[in-house]
């Protein structure tokens, strides 16, 4: 029903930024809640940041706070992480998913989740 579909990962030094975007062919995109989440070999799935259907309630995990902004374009219905100051800890395929509800937090249920890009951050 809905697909995801993310890009913008890649290798960058420690230090660095990217910038990941994922993009919804859902038709009731402006309605759900969105997050990233990423998981690293032999780790569990982690939980990284969401943001509210209004684009105005964020949550993120302590471990990126500060350092990643997750944001939303309802028009184009695509869903941004903003990465900076960037650690070898954030290495990890990182997916979008879509939420079952308006809000967005590592409570959350996600029923359709992306394929993932790869980000790896080198020291």
């Known amino acids: 029903q809905v697909h995801l579909v993310e890009s913008g990962g890649g290798l960058v030094q420690a230090g660095g930024s990217l910038r990941l975007s994922c993009s919804s062919s859902?038709?009731?995109?402006?309605?759900?809640?969105m997050a990233w989440f990423r998981q690293a070999p032999g780790k569990e799935r982690e939980f990284v940041g969401g943001?509210?259907?209004?684009?105005?309630?964020?949550s993120y995990a302590d471990s990126v706070k500060g350092r990643f902004t997750i944001s939303r374009d309802n028009a184009k219905s695509t869903v941004a992480l903003q990465l900076t100051s960037l650690k070898p800890e954030d290495t990890a395929v990182y997916h979008c998913?879509?939420?079952?509800?308006?809000?967005?937090?590592?409570?959350?249920?996600?029923?359709?989740w992306g394929q993932g890009t790869q980000v790896t951050v080198s020291s």
């Open positions: 859902g038709r009731t995109f402006s309605s759900q809640g």
């Open positions: 943001i509210s259907a209004s684009g105005i309630g964020t």
């Open positions: 998913a879509r939420s079952l509800s308006p809000i967005a937090d590592k409570s959350s249920i996600y029923v359709d």
